[in-house]
């Protein structure tokens, strides 16, 4: 058993690799936050891994926290630094927080953040970018994300990928110029592969003030 946040941001991207799936998370090994912490999702993006914990904290409000670290070469991960992190002011493990909050919307945007980190990718700047974080709160009818990606420069990563929530929140972390549309595809409840309301993630660093938001997508 890990024996503080750090080390279960450590243990779970370890124990992704070791899957060595690329697209599923690992899941959860509470049933919520009044057991201990959860790892609600992990975005590995390139060699860089950030993993999104919640907890409950001493003063009774659930808490989020957000942790990366980098791949080495051999493919272990180095030791998980804390990122950021507070209150929130719902449990997205329970479901009758997150269906109060959504009021039948099957996602919707939940918080968003930047910070600068080393990504040594060649259009980096001295190897330093701003990346931006988008949190998705999902309803428990939803079985998995498609979601598609789309970058104004080059990009190795697949333009198609999917993530099966495992709690109510999911985490995307975008480089600058990237914009990434979510599509909620219903398996739980009501006619399968259904799919729900999409809505796009943006980033763009470009000029002064950084653009990024969620908005629903328009998919003609």
């Given at each position: 058993?890990?024996?503080?946040?750090?080390?279960?941001?450590h243990?779970?991207?370890?124990?992704?690799?070791?899957?060595?799936?690329?697209?599923?998370?690992?899941?959860?090994?509470?049933?919520?936050?009044?057991?201990?912490p959860?790892?609600?999702?992990?975005?590995?993006?390139?060699?860089?891994?950030?993993?999104?914990?919640?907890?409950?904290?001493?003063?009774?409000?659930?808490?989020?926290?957000?942790y990366?670290?980098?791949r080495?070469?051999?493919?272990?991960?180095?030791?998980?630094?804390?990122?950021?992190?507070?209150?929130?002011?719902?449990?997205?493990?329970?479901?009758?927080?997150?269906?109060?909050?959504?009021?039948?919307?099957?996602?919707?945007?939940?918080?968003?953040?930047?910070?600068?980190?080393?990504?040594?990718?060649?259009?980096?700047?001295?190897?330093?970018?701003r990346?931006?974080?988008?949190?998705?709160?999902?309803?428990?009818?939803?079985?998995r994300?498609?979601?598609?990606?789309?970058?104004?420069?080059?990009?190795?990563?697949?333009?198609?990928?999917?993530?099966?929530?495992?709690?109510g929140?999911?985490?995307?972390?975008?480089?600058?110029?990237?914009?990434?549309?979510?599509r909620?595809?219903v398996?739980?409840?009501?006619?399968?592969?259904?799919?729900g309301?999409?809505?796009?993630l943006?980033?763009?660093d470009?000029?002064?003030?950084?653009?990024?938001?969620?908005?629903?997508?328009?998919?003609?």
């Amino acid at each position: 058993m890990p024996k503080n946040l750090a080390e279960l941001a450590h243990a779970a991207l370890t124990a992704k690799a070791e899957r060595a799936t690329a697209a599923i998370q690992v899941t959860a090994t509470w049933p919520g936050i009044g057991a201990g912490p959860v790892v609600a999702d992990i975005c590995v993006r390139d060699d860089l891994g950030f993993v999104l914990l919640l907890h409950r904290r001493r003063d009774g409000q659930a808490a989020e926290e957000l942790y990366f670290s980098t791949r080495r070469d051999d493919g272990s991960w180095a030791a998980a630094d804390h990122l950021s992190g507070g209150a929130l002011g719902i449990d997205p493990t329970d479901d009758r927080d997150v269906v109060g909050v959504l009021r039948g919307r099957p996602l919707a945007p939940f918080g968003e953040s930047e910070t600068e980190l080393f990504t040594g990718r060649p259009q980096a700047d001295e190897g330093y970018e701003r990346l931006c974080f988008h949190e998705v709160l999902v309803g428990p009818e939803v079985g998995r994300l498609d979601v598609e990606r789309a970058s104004s420069g080059s990009d190795t990563d697949p333009s198609r990928f999917h993530k099966a929530p495992t709690c109510g929140v999911a985490l995307f972390a975008l480089f600058p110029g990237e914009r990434l549309t979510v599509r909620p595809i219903v398996e739980n409840v009501g006619p399968p592969g259904a799919p729900g309301q999409a809505y796009e993630l943006t980033y763009s660093d470009d000029g002064p003030e950084a653009d990024r938001g969620v908005r629903p997508a328009d998919l003609g």
